[in-house]
């Protein structure tokens, strides 16, 4: 089993900047995906940003130029750096890998107040 450990929610106001973290543990035999979806109120979850094993990352349109993923591949580790946040960013955003499956992350909640 894999397990994805997310932290670095919380409460921020609009134009202010939060670092979501996730780590995985457990059985891990490859990562072929790893990053972060998000779930808006009222919305279906979507992608936020992910990173293939090749390094090259994926972005959504409306958070191009904001949010920054990086990896730390020794450590299991994606980590999502959130600038200039808006309140439209405020959601539960959950932290994905696709390896032999697919693991998703209990979430954590994200508010940008206005």
């Known amino acids: 089993q894999v397990q994805l450990v997310e932290s670095g929610g919380g409460l921020v106001q609009a134009g202010g900047s939060l670092r979501l973290s996730c780590a995985a543990s457990?059985?891990?035999?490859?990562?072929?995906?790893m990053g972060w979806y998000r779930q808006r109120p009222g919305k279906q979850r979507e992608s936020v940003a992910v990173?293939?094993?090749?390094?090259?990352?994926n972005y959504a349109d409306s958070v191009k130029g904001r949010f920054t993923l990086s990896r730390d591949n020794a450590k299991n580790t994606v980590y999502l750096q959130m600038n200039s946040l808006k309140p439209e960013d405020t959601a539960v955003y959950y932290c994905?890998?696709?390896?032999?499956?697919?693991?998703w992350g209990q979430g954590t909640q994200v508010t940008v107040s206005s």
């Open positions: 457990g059985s891990i035999f490859r990562i072929n995906i």
């Open positions: 994905y890998l696709q390896g032999a499956r697919e693991y």
């Open positions: 990173i293939r094993s090749s390094g090259s990352t």
